[in-house]
């Protein structure tokens, strides 16, 4: 069977407003079905890397919290620390670029949390029933222990994935730093030699005798290290990195088991505005120009159904002149493909077949408008 995914174009009329037409939306969707009655709520969205500028404003995530409290919920807006050395490494870098970008109490009425803690460790160990590459998938904390999961996503291309979508924004944004590790890296981390100092933190929080400081320099012992990217998380330097060595294929299988983890025995609802679709993700500290007009927003119980309506309605528009995606164009032979065009070494639809079989959501999909 198919399932619902609906949609609102950008265009209000005098009297109206984006966010009027976003709140609609959201209720012709049917989030008022579920029960959000003194319920702790995760709404997990990106909060931008501090510079980029194509990440969703805070006034969506406003609407939304405001219309779960409503209905008696207890919203917290939420997203984990990255594995990448960047300004959100730490969960306090982290709350000074959301607030910088909009995401503060002040703006939004309620709480930001990340959800992974301090350092990305504070992670809880959810099964992943039929999961072919990960058993025990590694969720934020704060996420793991939500009563319900709403998505927010900022739908654009991203050089691994293809796109991030709902399915990126959910299972690789909900993955502590091990679960990053996980699902980035097939194997151990590596380690920068300019940017170690030997301090040993790396081996004083290593459980697996894995790391080891030899003149001065930390050294992985591939025979002992598991993967695990605790080092990562603790490194002072950020000298401690993965490979990104997982084939993309394989990648995103990984963020379909673990976007089956996070929603597991929750209720959940799904949103993804397809709109300033830059080329690359929002982890970025620099955004290029979008690779298509703006097109909507669309909302679903069904991540995966979602995922292939946005990704079906980026591919049928033009391209933006001027854009990387019209650079690419003559020059690939998927016309039709915009995220393939401008990142020809992804397989995005790895993941939506992937998830489909794991009973996430379908593919097939009946689209209603919503005015």
Sequence with gaps: MSSEVYFSDMHVGMGDSILEKFRRLLIKAGIDRIDFQDKFVAVKLHFGEVGNMAFLRHQYAKVLCDY??????????????TLYVGYRNNALNHLDAAYMNGYNPLSTGV???????????????????????VRGAKIGAA?????????LTHFKGHVNAGFGG????????????????????SGTPRVSRRRCIGCGMCVKNCANDGVHVIDQKAVIDEEHCVGCGYCIAYCPKGAIMTKWDEAKPVMNKKIAEYTKAVLAGKPSFHISMLMDV????DCDSC??????PDVGMFASFDPVALDQACVDAANSQPVVPGSVADAAEEHHEHHHD??????????????????????????????I???
Aim: hydrophobic share 35%; glycine share 12%; proline share 5%.
């Design 68 to 81: 779960i409290k409503e209905r008696g919920g207890r919203p917290f807006l939420t997203d984990c620390n």
């Design 111 to 133: 709480h930001t949390i990340i959800a992974d803690g301090l350092r990305g460790t504070d992670e809880r160990a959810i099964p992943v029933e039929g999961g072919e590459y």
């Design 143 to 151: 996420i793991a222990e939500a009563d319900i999961i709403i998505s």
């Design 166 to 185: 709902a399915l990126k924004n959910i299972g690789m944004g909900c993955g502590s730093k091990q679960g990053k590790m996980e699902m980035h890296s």
């Design 278 to 281: 830059s080329p690359d993700c």
């Design 287 to 292: 955004n290029d120009v979008p690779v298509i």
């Design 338 to 367: 915009v995220f393939r065009m401008i990142h020809p070494d992804t397989d995005w639809e790895a993941g939506l077949i992937h998830g489909e079989k794991l009973g996430i959501g379908t593919r097939e999909y009946k689209l």
């Design 369 to 371: 408008t919503v005015e």
